[in-house]
């Protein structure tokens, strides 16, 4: 929490486009805050640390401009990539995960994406390796940065500006939306039988460990 403040403090407008930016486009940016940067970036400005224009105008270009040269590197180069099933970035369970995504919601999964860890860094690229049209693709990349790149860092600003003393809140704020952002990953783990075989065998090794 007190990381993602001084993040913002320190590195500021060109810190928080760089992180959205690889969240978005880059398969690097798979670990990487964005949700819970964009929300305490937000709130900082509330607190006159940024200003919230110029602060949404960097998240949403970052965001879409990010999403367009992942969905570049899909069209580009991705079919070798994910060919690798042992890649160093990439896992078998991430990719498995955003495609059922697509198998679902189609060209609305950019959308929804934007809002769930690792899914939002795999779309772009699944989009371009499906030759998804630029175009249906360009404009759920801009709904999607709509919502999330200009909503969450707005939604920390007002909640700054209007409730007193937010600033003692935060931690268990920017903590539940930690929790709703990674919830469906939990979710689809337990729902999937080899997913929950595999945690269960994770979990006894760990028992047999302790011991």
Request: aromatic content about 10%; hydrophobic content about 50%; overall charge positive.
């Amino acid at each position: 929490m007190f990381d993602l403040v001084n993040l913002v403090k320190t590195a500021g407008y060109l810190g928080v486009a760089g992180i959205v930016f690889a969240e978005s486009g880059l398969l690097v940016g798979l670990i990487l805050p964005g949700d819970s940067l964009l929300f305490t970036a937000g709130f900082l400005a509330s607190q006159g640390y940024l200003n919230i224009f110029v602060l949404c105008l960097v998240a949403f270009v970052s965001a879409v401009v990010g999403d367009n040269v992942g969905y570049y590197l899909g069209n580009r180069f991705g079919h070798s990539v994910f060919r690798k099933k042992d890649s160093l970035l990439l896992s078998p369970d991430h990719i498995t995960r955003a495609e059922k995504y697509f198998e679902r919601w189609g060209a609305k999964t950019i959308i929804i994406a934007r809002f769930i860890p690792v899914v939002r860094t795999i779309a772009p690229t699944l989009a371009g390796v499906g030759s998804m049209r630029w175009s249906v693709f360009a404009i759920n990349n801009i709904i999607g940065g709509i919502l999330w790149a200009i909503g969450l860092p707005v939604l920390g600003y007002a909640l700054g500006s209007s409730i007193p003393n937010i600033d003692a809140y935060l931690l268990p704020i920017v903590g539940g939306i930690i929790l709703i952002s990674v919830a469906p990953g939990i979710i689809h783990l337990l729902r999937e039988p080899e997913s929950r075989a595999h945690l269960m065998r994770g979990l006894r090794h760990m028992m047999r460990w302790d011991r």
